[in-house]
């Protein structure tokens, strides 16, 4: 069965370091979406991306977020100086909306911010 | 953000009785409803669904059910089975699906 992966599983970095955390969405899929859990607390929207533009964003997603698709199979989210609230479980996510809304989730990664 | 609201944290059943978790909304806009289903360190994984436009949806052991005019979903599991202990989301969404509304979680303990 088709799943979304990401790597790395798991990344420690320095406060005010730059983070590349990547995805790879199920294959068919058009929609793409990037959430994060800090412990303790609730899976958070950070931003939907469909046809190489942003969708929709949340609060959360300033300026030190971006979002690409590099290439065909790749996305990337990229904290550009992090912090120490940034540590969490970033999970990706991809749908065909098109068919069924339903959001299939990565296995996450794990950011530690130090 | 609190559209989406899961009020308890936990729930312990008993293997092969039944699960009901609960989970209440505030925006009567919400035109999808979503289960998740999460082990630790791994990431949610699709249960079961259900459009706004109906109040029941089935999928083998699992039922969901919607009161549109009361804002609550529930999930039914039965039996209950020791391999669904986990942590259910449940989540909303508009018609763009834009993005997903999560509840803060019901983890579920079934007991051997």
């Known amino acids: 069965e088709p799943e979304v992966t990401q790597t790395p599983s798991h990344q420690v970095t320095q406060m005010g370091q730059e983070v590349i955390l990547r995805c790879v969405p199920i294959s068919n899929h058009l929609y793409f979406y990037w959430y994060r859990q800090i412990l303790g607390q609730k899976v958070e929207f950070l931003v939907s991306?469909?046809?190489?533009?942003?969708?929709?964003k949340s609060e959360i997603f300033d300026d030190q977020f971006s979002v690409e698709r590099p290439d065909g199979s790749n996305f990337t989210l990229k904290i550009r100086s992090t912090k120490l609230e940034d540590s969490a479980m970033y999970f990706c996510?991809?749908?065909?909306?098109?068919?069924?809304?339903?959001?299939?989730f990565g296995p996450g990664t794990r950011l530690t911010v130090l | 953000d609190q559209q989406v609201k899961q009020n308890s944290p936990s729930l312990s059943v008993q293997e092969g009785r039944i699960s009901i978790l609960n989970c209440d909304y505030t925006n009567s806009m919400f035109d999808y409803f979503l289960w998740y289903k999460k082990y630790p360190a791994e990431g949610p994984t699709f249960l079961i669904s259900?459009?706004?436009?109906?109040d029941k949806n089935e999928d083998g052991r699992f039922t969901v059910f919607l009161n549109k005019s009361a804002k609550h979903l529930s999930l039914h599991i039965v039996p209950s089975q020791p391999g669904d202990s986990a942590v259910y989301f449940c989540?909303?969404?508009?018609?763009?699906?834009?993005?997903?509304?999560f509840g803060s979680g019901t983890k579920l303990n079934v007991k051997p």
């Open positions: 996510a991809s749908s065909d909306r098109d068919l069924s809304p339903v959001g299939y």
């Open positions: 991306f469909y046809n190489n533009e942003i969708s929709e």
């Open positions: 259900i459009s706004s436009i109906k």
């Open positions: 989540a909303a969404s508009f018609y763009n699906f834009n993005k997903f509304y």
